[in-house]
């Protein structure tokens, strides 16, 4: 698919985009969507859901509203199977984002699955996002209680490399009721992470306001949290953007807020030649 663009409006429920649904296996290059994109599950402003393919100099002005793996150029790239690749490049977006659920980027909401290999008992990465930008604003929407949230300036969720990848929009997370409980990683790169990051900058401002967290919060410049990786490198990599976080209820401590990485608790993390300039 190649050299067409879209604008109106695309209204559905689940794999919703601008452009397509669903990608089992091809290659969608410059593309362009301005519609506004609503959906439920894997929304996005390029495409829905990749089982198999790539996604290559795409852009989104869109508005693109959802509630779970929700992103501006793609909803979920998932290899359902571990020959199988997915690559996001050359992409950017600069619509809005936001969602009322989890797996929430201004790029991309969930990229990829972490898969063990048999060979040599290492994990292995079958998704890269690479040279992609987000100008947009991500946010929340209608938040219920109890939910385990990603938010992310570039991804919601990654369990694969990114590379190059920069964010200068805000990421924004401001609760309507003080009773919301949720666990929340949030981050101007991805929120919840198991891949390497390599040349990332976020400048885009984090904020989360008005909330009474009752579980656990990590908020960072590259990333919220790694989890499940017995090794990951986060390399060359910079937050400018300011952190900032306001609990209004009484009682309420900030826990685990970072310039770079917030939580760093499952496996053996390195981080290299990496600098935090942002204000916390």
């Known amino acids: 698919i190649k050299n067409f663009s879209v604008a109106g409006s695309v209204i559905g429920r689940n794999h919703v ?42 852009y989104n002005r869109g508005e693109i509203l959802g509630n779970t793996a929700v992103g501006g150029v793609v909803g979920y790239a998932y290899a359902a199977y571990n020959s199988r690749q997915n690559t996001i490049t050359h992409s950017y977006s600069a619509g809005e984002v936001s969602a009322n659920n989890t797996s929430v980027g201004g790029v991309i909401g969930s ?9 040599n008992n290492k994990l292995a990465y079958y998704c890269t996002v690479e040279n992609c930008v987000n100008n947009g604003k991500v946010s929340y929407c209608c938040l219920s209680q109890g939910q385990q949230l990603y938010y992310g ?27 919301v409980k949720p666990t929340l990683y ?15 900058h976020n400048v885009g401002t984090l904020t ?30 910079t937050n400018s953007g300011k952190i900032q976080v306001d609990f209004t209820a009484s009682g309420n401590q900030v826990h685990n807020v970072a310039g770079l990485v917030a939580i760093a608790t499952d496996g053996n993390i390195s981080i290299l030649n990496c600098h935090n300039t942002g204000e916390i």
């Open 186 to 200: 949030m981050a101007g790169i991805a929120g919840v992470s198991s891949g390497d990051f390599t040349d990332c």
């Open 208 to 237: 989360i306001d008005n909330i009474d967290f009752g579980y656990w919060v990590g908020l960072a410049g590259i990333t919220g949290r790694c989890v499940n990786t017995p090794a990951m490198t986060v390399s060359d990599c």
């Open 17 to 58: 985009a601008g452009i397509l649904g669903t990608l089992t296996n091809g290659t969608v290059q410059q593309v362009y969507n301005e519609a506004t994109i609503e959906g439920n599950n894997n929304v996005g402003g390029i495409v829905g859901y990749i089982g198999q393919g790539t996604i290559t100099q795409t």
């Open 111 to 119: 990229a990829g699955k972490l898969y063990n290999t048999a060979a």
């Open 153 to 179: 300036g570039v991804a919601g969720a990654t369990h694969a490399k990114v590379i190059s990848c920069k964010n200068n929009g805000s990421v924004t997370f401001l609760a309507e009721t003080e009773q």
